[in-house]
Nanobody
Framework: HVQLVESGGGSVQAGGSLTLSCGAS??????MGWFRQAPGKEREGVAA???????TYADSVKGRFTISKDNAKNTLYLQMNSLKPEDTAMYFC??????????????????WGQGTQVTVS
């Protein structure tokens, strides 16, 4: 069982930056990712990183967000630059996926954090 705890959310002006962190209760030698959910919208995959370090991003954040993982610290990061109001959402950390090709599918991930709010105005 993996416990995930997100931090780093907050309020920022458009064009600003934030870095989200996700601390895991176990060694992070598995796939991890970030989802987000805005009010009234479906939860969507933002980015994911495989156990071999491969990364993938949603088109809406490609070039602005960077996902990374520090296995020595059991921590996942999401560096978010050039933030837009449409990035406003609750951001969730996820871990352990059944199949990498399904990274956008929320049902494919086993463990979820409680979320951290990001507000861009």
């Amino acid at each position: 069982h993996v416990q995930l705890v997100e931090s780093g959310g907050g309020s920022v002006q458009a064009g600003g930056s934030l870095t989200l962190s996700c601390g895991a209760s176990t060694y992070t030698d598995y796939s991890m990712g970030w989802f987000r959910q805005a009010p009234g919208k479906e939860r969507e995959g933002v980015a994911a990183i495989d156990s071999d370090g491969s990364t993938t991003y949603a088109d809406s954040v490609k070039g602005r967000f960077t996902i990374s993982k520090d296995n020595a610290k059991n921590t996942l990061y999401l560096q978010m630059n050039s933030l837009k109001p449409e990035d406003t959402a609750m951001y969730f950390c996820v871990a352990v996926i059944s199949r990498w090709s399904r990274w956008r599918d929320r049902e494919a991930w086993t463990y979820w954090g409680q979320g951290t709010q990001v507000t861009v105005s």
